[in-house]
């Protein structure tokens, strides 16, 4: 309110008491409390730590934004508890406004794995911006994911700028602060406290248009991220899995209860999205389509029976009616063409 009255956090800090109480809502004691704050060793203390934070986050490359800033996330500014501040290592793009967030759990199964690596693919293709956490599992298998397939991710973390958690995603970090940026509210210093990471989902979900679960227990942290973005009023898509699986309970239990949205493919999720409050403003879906002109005639007859869904050789074989040895002959020239990929088992899927 105040902010909003006068401009900027410093020009609150410097108005006088006459200003500040003609503020609607504002009464003398509160009046009072701003005025002499500056004038107060308490502000003092503050300055001096700021100027500390900030040579912290000089020495990292990294910088803060506030809200008040011009280039602070739209979409972000919008939920309900915005951070007054975000710490950034990287850079913000304006196209990171077409975000889709995945998260799920850190134990994901071969199957996704698979679906991760799928869905963040196609995503990217489609110019989709990958917003995550850090944590082992998906959200690594995510980042990793969009970062080989060319496309941004932006990385929110629980803890300061300058804390590498896990340990062993540090090489990821800085990867992704090279081709995206790596997001935090929490001071540098700030270690990965268990509290910091609810609340930091709020940011994953308040950043994207919509949150895509892969795999997630019934209690598992994604289930929050899921509340949230359903409070944020953000999409909610679910990928369906094994109902015997533990790691898809979670998933399944939001499409039972139609909080979030079944999805078997990428089209599922771009329909549902739009920009701004416009509905109408549906996000063009714009195909990279692979030039089969490059392809000899038994590359192109065996790329027609391949999807984005993994599909056996043996299959493939048969649909062609060609020998399994032949079809893998020509799936390794499609390969080499970053056609297709292979994936364990003698299953394909396009690239």
């Known amino acids: 309110m105040l902010v909003s009255h006068f401009g900027t956090p410093a020009a609150v800090l410097n108005a006088s008491m006459r200003d500040l109480i003609a503020v609607d809502g504002i009464n003398r004691k509160i009046a009072q409390t701003i005025f002499h704050f500056k004038r107060s060793d308490k502000f003092e203390i503050a300055s001096i730590y700021a100027k500390k934070q900030l040579s912290r986050l000089n020495r990292i490359n ?20 915005p951070p007054p501040y975000i710490f950034i290592k990287g ?3 304006k196209e990171d406004h077409k975000g889709i967030a995945i998260v799920g759990t850190r134990s994901p199964t071969h199957y996704g794995i698979l679906m991760t690596e799928k869905f963040t693919r196609e995503l990217v293709r489609e110019g989709i911006t990958i917003i995550s956490g850090l944590a082992r599992g998906v959200d690594t298998i995510a980042h990793n994911t969009a970062l080989r397939a060319g496309g941004r991710t932006i990385a929110v973390i629980g803890s300061g700028l300058d804390i590498y958690y896990p340990p062993e995603n540090r090489q990821l970090y800085q990867k992704i602060s090279e081709k995206g940026a790596v997001i935090s509210e929490y001071e540098m210093g700030m270690k990965p406290d268990a509290v910091n990471f609810p609340r930091r989902n709020r940011i994953i979900s308040g950043l994207s248009l919509g949150v ?14 899921a509340n949230t973005a ?3 009023n953000r999409e909610v898509f679910a990928v369906p899995g094994n109902i015997t699986s533990k790691q898809s309970h979670g998933c399944n239990i939001l499409i039972k209860n139609g909080r ?5 493919t990428v089209d599922d999720i771009l329909e549902e999205l739009v920009i701004g409050n ?28 391949i999807g984005t869904e993994p599909i056996h050789i043996d299959t493939i074989s048969e649909r062609v009616n060609m020998p399994a040895s032949d079809v893998l002959v020509h799936l390794l020239g499609l390969e080499f063409k970053n056609c297709v990929k292979q994936l364990p ?5 396009r690239i």
């Open 62 to 81: 990294a910088r803060i934004l506030t809200y008040w800033d011009e280039d602070y996330p739209d979409l972000l500014k919008k939920i309900y508890d």
């Open 91 to 93: 850079e913000l793009s």
């Open 212 to 225: 895509l679960i892969i795999e997630t227990d019934i209690n598992g942290g994604a289930m929050i991220t």
């Open 230 to 232: 359903l409070d944020q």
């Open 260 to 264: 979030a949205k079944l999805v078997e």
């Open 278 to 305: 416009d509905r109408s403003a549906k996000i063009k879906i714009s195909r990279n389509n692979i030039n089969t002109q490059n392809l000899n005639l038994f590359e192109k007859t065996i790329f027609d029976v």
């Open 345 to 349: 088992g003698k299953l394909f899927l």
